[in-house]
């Protein structure tokens, strides 16, 4: 039978009862850079774990000792959650400096990180579908009504949200740190 480019056979009963594809080639150095990237981030969750800073908080950098191709740098920022990588091959090698401070705008972006969570948590227990368009109603305090309208377009897109609106609702209270919210989603 013919295979096609992914070495699977398109007759098959079943996907999972073809045969695995067999690679032509193993790419070592990009097994090399992966294997050093996974290190960088273990060694970097590790750092937060200890700082006690959660991954939905963003950071503003990261310092490593040795040097990669961008892509890698990219898989780490998105990992990490992480704004910067900077190299400085003066480190020993191997070695990570995660920066730990958090300004208030890095402290907004975690808290409207944790704020999209929960919404996204509050549209599956309404048995919402990811394509169902919502029109949200919060109500907050200055600091938090202006915190969402910073960052309506990434809430907006992220929970599939026609429109926010701002006022006094009967839906569910999210605390975040010293910040509450009061969510109602409506399809």
Do not use: C
Request: overall charge negative; hydrophobic content about 40%; proline content about 4%.
């Amino acid at each position: 039978k013919l295979k096609n480019d992914s070495g699977a056979n398109p007759d098959a009963e079943s996907v999972h009862l073809s045969d695995w594809p067999i690679a032509d080639v193993v790419n070592d150095v990009v097994l090399s850079d992966m294997e050093r990237t996974r290190a960088i981030v273990e060694k970097a969750l590790a750092a937060r774990q200890e700082n006690k800073i959660p991954v939905r908080q963003p950071l503003s950098k990261l310092t490593i000792s040795e040097n990669l191709p961008a892509d890698y740098f990219d898989v780490m920022k998105e990992e990490l959650n992480i704004k910067e990588i900077v190299v400085d091959e003066s480190l020993p090698k191997g070695e990570v400096v995660l920066e730990t401070e958090i300004t208030p705008e890095l402290r907004a972006e975690g808290v409207v990180r944790e704020l999209m969570r929960a919404m996204q948590d509050m549209r599956k227990a309404a048995g919402l579908t990811p394509s169902d368009v919502i029109t949200l109603t919060i109500e907050s305090d200055e600091q938090g009504t202006q915190l969402i309208e910073t960052f309506a377009d990434d809430i907006k897109k992220t929970v599939l949200a026609e429109r926010i609106n701002f006022g006094a609702n009967d839906g569910e209270e999210v605390k975040i740190g010293d910040q509450v919210f009061k969510v109602k989603i409506e399809k």
